[in-house]
């Protein structure tokens, strides 16, 4: 088992920048595939960032370049850093981590979640 718990989220104004922090406990999540999901109210989750055991990244397009995505194994710890914030980035985020050998990017595919963090951003 592996519990999951988020912090960092907060009101921002646009342009603005937050860090979030998943911190994993129960068992190392070192060799788990960790990711960031986001669900706005009325709206699926959505994947937003993910990184495999050994580093590799993957990005949502509508985050590429603004966000990004990183882990600590020393400390079982994965960081979502989030720079120019729009309203639409609005949503809570969840953490996740996956017994998968690949790096899935469904939230289907993922085995543990966090309870998420609020992130508001205001125009």
């Known amino acids: 088992q592996v519990q999951l718990v988020e912090s960092g989220g907060g009101l921002v104004q646009a342009g603005g920048s937050l860090r979030l922090s998943c911190a994993a406990s129960?068992?190392?999540?070192?060799?788990?595939?960790m990711g960031w999901f986001r669900q706005a109210p009325g709206k699926e989750r959505e994947f937003v960032a993910a990184?495999?055991?050994?580093?590799?990244?993957a990005y949502a397009d509508s985050v590429k370049g603004r966000f990004t995505i990183s882990r600590d194994n020393a400390k079982n710890t994965v960081y979502l850093h989030m720079n120019s914030l729009k309203p639409d980035d609005t949503a809570v985020y969840y953490c996740?981590?996956?017994?998968?050998?690949?790096?899935?990017?469904?939230?289907?595919?993922?085995?543990?979640w966090g309870q998420g963090t609020q992130v508001t951003v205001s125009s």
């Open positions: 990184i495999s055991w050994n580093g590799g990244t």
């Open positions: 996740a981590a996956t017994i998968y050998s690949t790096m899935p990017l469904s939230p289907a595919m993922y085995n543990y």
């Open positions: 129960g068992r190392t999540s070192s060799n788990l595939h």
